[in-house]
């Protein structure tokens, strides 16, 4: 027997059968390795940090603009699922509570971020040695995709909460870009450890694997804000009349 | 006309203007912050500086709202399963006319909008002397070609597809692609290095000193290419939009 | 089995805006029954069903499932004895009819072989390796009820399951619908705009107009309403009503017209000469047959369309 979280996971797996999506998380983190590597070896003059240099090559468009954006449109695409063909009355009439639903989408939406983050390190990892640097892959890699992981699953709920509100598939993306654009203003100022779309990229060490950021601080921030946007997303679903279309 | 009334009719109470606003807002706010406090040496070459700015905020920035347009007016068809309806009211090639031309007014809107706001700002911070009305001409209809070839692209995989993922996946890839294109100093032909192509200002960075210099570039024969190559996309994009949707069986 | 009412609502009303959609509706369907929702288009039909199942909170009211109450506490015990089809059916078109079903058993965590009983049921056995986006419509209608039987529910809730239907579709889909209650013990309140439909298949009728339901009972009394009808217009109506009166009859007026009950020819001609007798002359003697439609017509307002 299934609890109710397992069985909305599973039929969340069910719906994205033969919807080849995630190779968009594929493809978009290979064009910004292949072209970040490239340009680390042509500027290798002045980008003499070695792994530090290329990671910040790799991160920097990446975290910033395309992965708030990529991940903004998967949640689009999760719910949409339900936007359209009448499915929210099939969607609610299950007999599962609401926030195993929800659960069950954003559960989704996380594992396709985990896997895209796994990625990009791998793709890190493989262009730093075919790019011939000899020193040691940096420890504090693994820090760097746990803390990243962690900005991106808030990101994940921010966009889902975006994206039942909003019918339109495409405007949660376009919020999506805005934010992670913001988010430069964010960082720069900083502001970034309270402002939801910099977390990631924060916590990434995007652009300046050097950063120096309180890991603590980052934990509970994303922690605040992953609990806040379930809630308010949940609290939708539970208050609102969605009616199907 | 009509079916262009149609269309505008369809998107009432959609806010994609609201969308619009938003993402050029967005814009806004970027080149606000970028040559913010610009001291007396900027100044001077602050017009010149937003020419060299628009390009970048473009490329990033273009290809996604082109994106977000063309589905918003795609799906309103997709979702309410009305191009069945629409192809026995009116001729499927002005159906397919009408989104261009809604399309068209909404870029004309943003780009106007663009250098308007950049114009004001301008003046505001106290940049020396005026635009020179040339190259900010040119910028203007390099910047709405670019964008309207990359709106009839999009419009053409947003008709083509229901699932909407694939068109705004295409959109923010081909954003992602021509901004590193710009970044590893490689113009291109693709239809989103459109915009860093037709770029008229270089930059000069002098390591030592820390001075950055801009100037109007001229047009290599190559570059004079990839500028041309714009409007080959638009033709392009046009006529294979054209015949896949008055050929689509819906 | 309870004796009790196994879907009933008290006063339940909703409101948008200033518009009340539903009004004061106190629904009763019996277990076992098959309960036909009548009404013209617009009349509060989906909105009603839609607020039994919980995709629609009442504005007053209440409604009891299974002598249990509709809340949020009771939402997923309720839910899961309630299989729905909801307006237009649910589905994912890039999967298969089969995938579709795998869906919601998941969910509503019923056997796996449920899945081949339903398809059969319906009759998708073959399609259901076929993406739905290349269903027809009737066939996506039947995918609709297959995932609504999924899991065996006790209550069936059906919203114009014959919409889109071709009339070997319809024909099939009510045989279908009227085999439930006694194949699987099922309940089922079916709604429609057509009272042909209704008449087919249920025994309990329910009849909304404007948000009120303005009848609701057994079909059989509704058919006791269509009983044909004697009329007679004579040169004084009054004298002549007294005077059936005290024969016993039971004669009503209605617009200049005596209305009387049915009765055998002979009845007739003796009723007849009696009256002539009494110096009252006969203009006319009609047989009137007041059908269904009609009642439905005069409850439901003629103002509406079918």
């Known amino acids: 027997m299934l609890t109710s979280y397992m069985r909305a996971v599973k039929a969340e797996s069910l719906k994205l059968k033969r919807s080849p999506i995630w190779l968009a998380f594929f493809a978009l983190p290979m064009i910004s390795a292949f072209f970040g590597t490239m340009n680390y070896k042509m500027n290798i003059g002045i980008l003499k940090s070695e792994w530090y240099s290329l990671w910040s090559q790799h991160s920097l468009f990446l975290c910033y603009l395309f992965m708030p954006a990529l991940i903004g449109t998967y949640c689009s695409y999760l719910w949409r699922l339900e936007h359209t063909r009448h499915n929210w009355n099939s969607f609610l009439t299950a007999p599962l509570p609401l926030s195993s639903l929800y659960l069950g989408k954003l559960t989704q939406a996380v594992r396709v971020s985990i896997l895209g983050n796994i990625w990009i390190f791998l793709l890190f990892f493989i262009c730093g040695t075919l790019a011939g640097i000899q020193s040691p892959f940096p420890r504090e890699a693994l820090e760097w995709f746990l803390c990243g992981t962690l900005g991106a699953v808030v990101v994940c709920c921010v966009q889902l909460l975006f994206s039942l509100i909003i019918r339109s598939f495409a405007i949660p993306i376009g919020i999506a870009l805005?934010?992670?654009?913001?988010?430069?203003?964010?960082?720069?100022?900083?502001?970034?450890?309270?402002?939801?779309?910099?977390?990631?990229?924060?916590?990434?060490?995007?652009?300046?694997p050097n950063m120096e950021i309180s890991v603590s601080t980052l934990v509970v921030n994303s922690l605040g804000y992953i609990i806040i946007f379930v809630v308010l997303s949940v609290f939708y679903l539970r208050r609102h009349e969605i009616s199907a279309s | 006309m009509i079916t262009l009334r149609m269309e505008f009719k369809k998107i009432k109470r959609k806010k994609i203007g609201l969308t619009m606003c938003a993402l050029i807002c967005?814009?806004?706010?970027?080149?606000?912050?970028?040559?913010?406090?610009?001291?007396?040496?900027?100044?001077?070459?602050?017009?010149?500086?937003?020419?060299?700015?628009?390009?970048?905020?473009?490329?990033?920035?273009?290809?996604?709202?082109?994106?977000?347009?063309?589905?918003?007016?795609?799906?309103?068809?997709?979702?309410?399963?009305?191009?069945?309806?629409?192809?026995?009211?009116?001729?499927?090639?002005?159906?397919?006319?009408?989104?261009v031309v809604c399309g068209i007014l909404f870029i004309l809107a943003v780009c106007a909008a663009q250098f308007l706001f950049i114009i004001a700002l301008g003046y505001a911070r106290g940049y020396a002397g005026h635009p020179e009305w040339k190259y900010y001409g040119t910028a203007f209809?390099?910047?709405?070609?670019?964008?309207?070839?990359?709106?009839?692209?999009?419009?053409?995989?947003?008709?083509?597809?229901?699932?909407?993922?694939?068109?705004?996946?295409?959109?923010?890839?081909?954003?992602?692609?021509?901004?590193?294109?710009?970044?590893?100093?490689?113009?291109?032909?693709?239809?989103?290095?459109?915009?860093?192509?037709?770029?008229?200002?270089?930059m000069d960075w002098n390591p030592d000193t820390r001075v950055v210099h801009f100037y109007y570039r001229e047009y290599s024969p190559v570059e004079l290419c990839a500028v041309a190559m714009i409007f080959v996309w638009i033709v392009v994009f046009y006529t294979a939009g054209r015949i896949l949707f008055t050929r689509k069986e819906v | 089995m309870p004796t009790r009412n196994l879907v009933e609502t008290h006063n339940l009303t909703k409101q948008y805006g200033k518009v009340r959609c539903v009004n004061s509706v106190n629904m009763q369907v019996p277990p076992g029954a098959i309960y036909g929702f009548l009404g013209p288009n617009g009349a509060g039909k989906s909105t009603t069903l839609k607020m039994i199942l919980g995709l629609a909170r009442p504005t007053e009211g209440g409604i009891t499932l299974f002598d249990v109450?509709?809340?949020?506490?009771?939402?997923?015990?309720?839910?899961?004895?309630?299989?729905?089809?909801?307006?237009s059916p649910s589905y994912y078109g890039h999967l298969t009819g089969e995938e579709n079903l795998r869906i919601i058993q998941t969910l509503k965590g019923c056997s796996e072989k449920d899945i081949d009983k339903v398809l059969k049921i319906v009759r998708l056995d073959e399609a259901r390796g076929k993406l739905v986006n290349h269903y027809s419509l009737g066939m996506k209608q039947r995918l609709g009820l297959a995932a609504a039987l999924l899991g065996f529910p006790k209550l069936l809730i059906l919203d114009e399951p014959t919409n889109g239907l071709d009339p070997a579709g319809i024909q099939e889909m009510r045989e279908l619908i009227c085999s439930l209650p006694g194949a699987y013990g099922m309940t089922v309140l079916v709604s429609s705009?057509?009272?042909?439909?209704?008449?087919?298949?249920?025994?309990?009728?329910?009849?909304?107009?404007?948000?009120?339901?303005?009848?609701?009972?057994?079909?059989?009394?509704?058919?006791?309403?269509?009983?044909?009808?004697?009329?007679?217009?004579?040169?004084?109506?009054?004298?002549?009503?007294?005077?059936?009166?005290?024969?016993?009859?039971?004669?009503?007026?209605?617009?200049?017209?005596?209305?009387?009950?049915?009765?055998?020819d002979s009845h007739v001609a003796n009723l007849c000469r009696e009256l002539v007798a009494?110096?009252?002359?006969?203009?006319?003697?009609?047989?009137?047959?007041?059908?269904?439609?009609?009642?439905?017509l005069s409850l439901t307002g003629k103002e509406s369309s079918l």
């Not at chain 2, 994106?67 to 001729?91: F, I, M, P, Q």
């Not at chain 3, 509709?70 to 309630?82: F, W």
């Not at chain 3, 110096?279 to 439905?296: C, Q, T």
Request: glycine fraction near 8%.
């Open chain 2, 26 to 99: 967005v814009q806004f706010a970027w080149l606000l912050w970028s040559g913010a406090r610009p001291d007396e040496n900027e100044r001077l070459e602050g017009w010149i500086f937003m020419l060299y700015s628009l390009p970048l905020v473009s490329v990033i920035m273009m290809p996604t709202i082109m994106s977000v347009l063309a589905s918003r007016l795609a799906d309103v068809e997709h979702k309410g399963n009305t191009y069945k309806l629409l192809n026995t009211l009116r001729r499927p090639g002005s159906l397919y006319h009408a989104k």
């Open chain 1, 178 to 208: 805005a934010g992670g654009i913001f988010g430069l203003y964010m960082t720069n100022h900083n502001y970034g450890m309270h402002y939801p779309y910099s977390l990631y990229c924060l916590g990434m060490r995007a652009n300046n």
């Open chain 3, 69 to 87: 109450p509709v809340n949020e506490k009771n939402r997923m015990k309720l839910l899961s004895q309630t299989g729905s089809l909801i307006e």
């Open chain 3, 193 to 264: 705009h057509l009272l042909s439909e209704i008449d087919q298949m249920a025994d309990h009728v329910g009849i909304i107009r404007k948000g009120g339901l303005v009848y609701q009972d057994t079909l059989e009394s509704l058919h006791a309403h269509s009983k044909e009808q004697i009329a007679l217009r004579v040169s004084h109506t009054a004298i002549a009503f007294d005077l059936l009166r005290k024969d016993g009859i039971e004669v009503t007026q209605e617009g200049g017209w005596l209305l009387l009950p049915m009765m055998d």
């Open chain 2, 141 to 202: 209809l390099m910047n709405f070609a670019c964008c309207l070839s990359l709106y009839l692209l999009q419009l053409l995989l947003s008709m083509l597809f229901f699932n909407q993922m694939i068109p705004l996946v295409a959109g923010l890839g081909g954003s992602m692609l021509g901004l590193i294109l710009m970044y590893v100093k490689m113009y291109s032909f693709l239809p989103w290095g459109g915009f860093l192509s037709a770029a008229q200002v270089s």
């Open chain 3, 278 to 296: 009494q110096n009252i002359s006969l203009y006319r003697v009609e047989k009137r047959e007041k059908s269904l439609e009609d009642i439905f």
